[in-house]
């Protein structure tokens, strides 16, 4: 038997099969959720899965979850989160992802979602915020973090991302250097991550989940704004479809 | 001769039966005064021979042209309903002869003032607390004013004896509407609560009181029958919900009709189009002006500071009404709900032991996907 977890996010689909056939994979999402779920059939087949009942079971999570034709079951990503949260951090825990769309904290007590937050209509504080700079900047995302790391942050005070951009855009105008604009921008991101947190009482431990997960220098900068230590959930990358996969094992 | 709107041709055929309907009954002489909010005594407009017209808007239609006035970043029931007023689009504000406003929010106080230059706009004067002794005199004294007010525009004497009738017919009302909503007490539940909701506001356009009281006493004695018989003794896993907070008129669909078809039933509404102002009732044995001072200033909108009494109601209904959990609905920039939501979620959670999730939100459908998938995390989260 294969327990299949498929996340499709706005910017990546992940994919976590545990059971007889494990692996897990990940590809852009594309302009279509549709052809996306199409290719990943493809991918698990290639893999040695089978999509029949018999064979496996599928749950799909992220926004495009309504894309999946061959899922048992659709989950929001709230909840898959939660469960690879309880999985590999600890039953008690608060969850943070930041996503490509939107941001999410979630509190798990008892390895259940006992509340949860999400930010309103607006980029700023997302991956897609860091996105959108870094192409400004014409670096990727992981060298945009690298520049930032040994830049001092300046002050990027607009709360709306087209406004960030153009303050961005004045700070190249001016010739400031770019590792410090790099820190500024990944600092604004922490910040605002870190005003969404505090609208929740906090657990003491505290996960990060999503993209950002491989940035270390991400991690240390939302630490101090918290003024508390997280963690990056061992594949925190993967969550979403841990989640779901473990949710997909779960199913009658 | 009463006219149209200029480009009444132009007009959807619904709008178009809803400003003959209202030609009809002006044309007939019948005085029609518009109102926004429930701090407003609808049985002083009654007792004058009107008919009281409720002109808070719920869709997103108007809210451009509003914005050629008023900024952006403002309550969308505000907007919409002073948008509906600039385009002459509303056939109950365009055929009001006048309309009565209150210093409930600052939104609504301010947009008030620019009201006033498209049709005449009399502002009671809410106090924005009952805590001080004097509030309740200086807002029976506001009552005094509104009934000379109705006295002196339609040229009459209102009587105390025709508010006491008037008062006598909307507690009657009342009862009415807290028996069809108090359906939502059976478990499992009778009827949805987008029925419950599209229905009471349905009601309001039915002007003769007592038809209006006939038809929900109907479809209430007819939902309960069936009830008994269909579903009375069985078992529901849907998790049952109250919703609380701004008025949810314009985002029904988008959340109350979501979450329901996601699998949760409505069963309770702590709203102005809810239970709010039919928990009590006027004192029919006091002096009538004293009366209806007491009633209108015990209504628990956030507009009053501190708002205590909103929590203890919240948490009878959690209780009488076998609540789950809490869905609160913030509009866009109604900063006394989404500061009260703060005090709301600590007592449900804290003090009910039940789940709590706060929407903001307005009337447009950009966050649809966002909330549908907030509700469906908060559906999963109640198990």
């Not at chain 2, 009302?173 to 939502?184: A, I, K, P, Q, S």
Request: proline share 5%; glycine share 8%.
């Amino acid at each position: 038997m294969d327990y299949i977890g498929i996340d499709i996010g706005s910017t990546a689909a992940k994919v976590v099969v545990r059971g007889a056939h494990p692996q897990q994979f990940i590809l852009p999402t594309g302009w279509s959720s549709r052809e996306t779920a199409d290719n990943i059939r493809e991918r698990l087949t290639a893999g040695g899965v089978c999509l029949s009942p018999d064979h496996s079971r599928t749950v799909a999570t992220g926004y495009g979850r309504g894309n999946v034709p061959f899922a048992d079951k659709m989950v929001t990503e709230i909840t898959c989160h939660a469960r690879a949260g309880a999985a590999h951090g600890s039953p008690d825990c608060t969850i943070i992802d930041v996503g490509g769309q939107d941001t999410k904290v979630i509190r798990i007590e008892g390895g259940m979602v006992s509340d949860f937050l999400m930010n309103d209509k607006c980029a700023a504080g997302t991956g897609k915020f860091l996105e959108i700079m870094a192409n400004r900047l014409c670096v990727g995302l992981e060298e945009l973090f690298a520049l930032a790391a040994q830049g001092t942050p300046l002050a990027i005070s607009a709360l709306c991302t087209v406004f960030a951009e153009s303050e961005v855009i004045s700070c190249i105008g001016e010739g400031k250097p770019r590792a410090d604009i790099a820190a500024g921008v990944v600092d604004s991101v922490a910040s605002k991550v870190a005003t969404l947190c505090s609208r929740q009482a906090l657990l003491p431990d505290i996960y990060l989940t999503g993209g950002l997960c491989h940035s270390p220098y991400f991690i240390s900068r939302l630490s101090d704004k918290l003024g508390r230590t997280v963690r990056a959930l061992p594949d925190g990358h993967f969550a979403g479809a841990l989640g779901a996969s473990l949710l997909a094992e779960r199913m009658k | 001769m009463i006219a149209l709107p200029k480009n009444f041709e132009t007009y959807p055929e619904a709008r178009k039966a809803g400003f003959l309907r209202m030609k009809a009954l002006k044309d007939q002489g019948q005085r029609v005064v518009g109102v926004f909010c429930s701090f407003v005594p609808t049985e002083l407009i009654y007792a004058a021979g009107a008919i009281p017209i409720g002109l808070c808007a719920f869709t997103e239609e108007p809210i451009p042209a509003a914005e050629a006035h008023l900024p952006r970043n403002l309550c969308p029931l505000i907007k919409a309903s002073y948008g509906f007023a600039l385009t002459d689009t509303c056939p109950y504000f365009y055929f009001s002869d006048f309309i009565i406003g209150e210093t409930t929010c600052d939104g609504k106080r301010k947009m008030f003032e620019l009201l006033d230059e498209i049709k005449p706009t009399y502002v009671m004067q809410l106090p924005p607390s009952k805590v001080a002794p004097h509030a309740l005199e200086s807002w029976k004294a506001e009552m005094v004013r509104l009934r000379r007010q109705l006295e002196e525009f339609y040229g009459i004497e209102i009587t105390d004896e025709a508010i006491r009738e008037a008062i006598r017919r909307k507690n009657h009302e009342r009862d009415v509407m807290l028996r069809f909503m108090e359906l939502g007490k059976l478990n499992p539940a009778a009827l949805s609560g987008y029925e419950i909701g599209t229905r009471l506001d349905a009601s309001a356009f039915s002007f003769d009181l007592e038809e209006r009281c006939n038809e929900i006493e109907a479809r209430t004695r007819e939902v309960l029958e069936s009830w008994e018989k269909n579903v009375k003794g069985t078992e529901s896993r849907r998790p049952r919900l109250l919703v609380t907070g701004c008025p949810n008129t314009g985002v029904r669909d988008k959340i109350i009709k979501a979450v329901e078809e996601m699998g949760a039933d409505v069963v309770c509404f702590d709203a102005c189009n809810g239970l709010r102002d039919k928990l009590r009732k006027v004192d029919e044995t006091k002096p009538v002006m004293d009366a209806l001072a007491e009633k209108y200033l015990d209504i628990t909108c956030s507009v009053m500071s501190p708002n205590p009494q909103r929590l203890t109601d919240i948490g009878d209904m959690i209780d009488q009404y076998e609540v789950d959990g809490v869905i609160e609905i913030i509009l866009q920039a109604c900063h006394t709900y989404n500061i009260e939501a703060y005090e709301v979620k600590r007592y449900v959670t804290e003090q009910k032991g039940k789940a709590y999730l706060c929407l903001e939100t307005d009337y447009s459908q950009a966050d649809k996907g966002q909330i549908a998938t907030r509700l469906g995390a908060f559906l999963e989260m109640l198990g």
